[in-house]
């Protein structure tokens, strides 16, 4: 499945900032950051880091959770079926266009 999770965690976008539960989904797979208590604020770059640990740092192939902030937050790769994103969605104007 690491070849569908990857593209689903790559949907977040670098240099935008995230502060509450968002996933972002690719074919059946779905890429979920959340945290208890209070959010913090991470952008998409570091959030991408996060989640390529699940492959690098911790060897899984396919779904699994990176937690950091001493277990207070994570981010997940999971299957899913009839995935849709959810949370903040990470939309930047550019040339007062809106875009996604």
Known sequence: MHKICRPAFQRYTDEHTYQAYTSRTFDHCTAIFRCTGDYPAMTGKQLKDLFEQIYTGQGCE???????????????????SHCVDSGDPGIVLIDEKLVE
């Open 62 to 80: 396919g779904c699994g959770s990176h937690g950091f902030y001493s277990g207070k937050c994570e981010v997940t790769l999971n299957y899913c």
